[in-house]
C-alpha cells in the first residue's frame, strides 16, 4: 500500500531565504507525482508535476525533483517571500496511467517571515 | 471563467439529517473526485467518477453518496450514517494527468 509522508509538518524561515520541502514514498511504481499549494480556507492549486521518466521541473523560483529509486522528491523553493506562505502537498498517483488513484501527504505548512 | 465551483462553501447539518454539496465544472473533464480533508491531515479520496453515469468508492465512502448524471455536476450526500462529517470537503476534476480543484466546502455539525 503507497503511503506518502511530508517532513517537517510546519516550518518557519525568513524572507530571501532559499528552503527545500521534502516527501518520500513507500512504493516506487508510481505514475507522477504532483505538487500543491493550499492557502488556508482553500482548494488546491497544482504548482508542479513531474511525470515518473522524469527528473525535475522547474517553475519560476520553484524546482521539484523526483528519485524514484529511493522513493523521495524535493520541493525547493528560491528567495522565499512572504507571499509563499501556505501548505504545500505532495501527491502521488500510483499504477500506469492517469486512472490510477492519487495518494496526498500530510502537507507542510510554511510560513515566510517579512 | 473556466473552473470548479463548490457550494455552499459553509454548511451546517443537523443530526439525522442528509446534506448535499454541490459541485460543477466547466473544464469539460471527464473525471470528478470527492475528497475529504481533516485538520493536519493529507486527503482522504471518497468516491470519483470517470465518466458520467459511473462511478467508484474511494477509501472512506461509508456515509457517503454520489449521482453523476450530467459530465459538468457531481454532488456528494453526506448522509445521516456518517457518524463523523465535520470536515474541509473538496471537489476535483481532470482530464489526463492534472488534477484541478474547487474552492472547498466547509461541513460542521450543529
Known amino acids: 500500500k503507497q503511503e506518502v509522508t511530508q517532513i517537517p509538518a510546519a516550518l518557519s524561515v525568513p524572507e530571501g531565504e532559499n528552503l527545500v520541502l521534502n516527501c518520500s514514498f513507500t512504493?516506487?511504481?508510481?505514475?507522477?507525482l504532483q505538487w500543491f499549494r493550499q492557502d488556508p480556507g482553500k482548494g488546491l492549486t497544482s504548482l508542479l508535476l513531474?511525470?515518473?521518466?522524469?527528473r525535475e521541473q522547474t517553475s519560476g523560483r520553484l524546482n521539484a525533483s523526483l528519485d524514484k529509486s529511493s522513493g523521495r522528491s524535493t520541493l525547493y523553493i528560491a528567495a522565499s517571500q512572504p507571499g509563499d506562505s501556505a501548505t504545500y502537498l505532495c501527491?502521488?498517483?500510483?499504477?500506469?496511467?492517469?486512472?490510477?488513484?492519487?495518494?496526498f501527504g500530510q502537507g507542510t505548512t510554511l510560513q515566510v517571515k517579512p | 471563467d473556466g473552473g470548479i465551483t463548490q457550494s455552499p462553501k459553509y454548511l451546517f447539518r443537523k443530526e439525522g439529517q442528509n446534506v448535499t454539496l454541490s459541485c460543477e465544472q466547466n473544464?469539460?473533464?471527464?473525471?470528478m473526485y470527492w475528497y475529504r480533508q481533516d485538520p493536519g491531515q493529507g486527503l482522504r479520496l471518497i468516491y470519483y467518477?470517470?465518466?458520467?453515469?459511473?462511478?467508484q468508492k474511494g477509501d472512506i465512502a461509508e456515509g457517503y453518496s454520489v449521482s453523476r448524471e450530467k459530465k459538468e455536476s457531481f454532488p456528494l450526500t453526506v448522509t445521516s450514517a456518517q457518524k463523523n462529517p465535520t470536515a474541509f470537503y473538496l471537489c476535483?476534476?481532470?482530464?489526463?494527468?492534472?488534477?484541478?480543484f474547487g474552492s472547498g466546502t466547509q461541513l460542521s455539525v450543529l
Open positions: 513531474i511525470q515518473s521518466s522524469q
Open positions: 501527491a502521488v498517483r500510483s499504477g500506469s496511467g492517469n486512472t490510477g488513484k492519487l495518494i
Open positions: 473544464l469539460n473533464h471527464d473525471a
Open positions: 467518477s470517470q465518466i458520467v453515469n459511473d462511478f
Open positions: 476535483a476534476s481532470s482530464s489526463g494527468t492534472k488534477l484541478f
Open positions: 512504493d516506487s511504481a508510481i505514475y507522477n
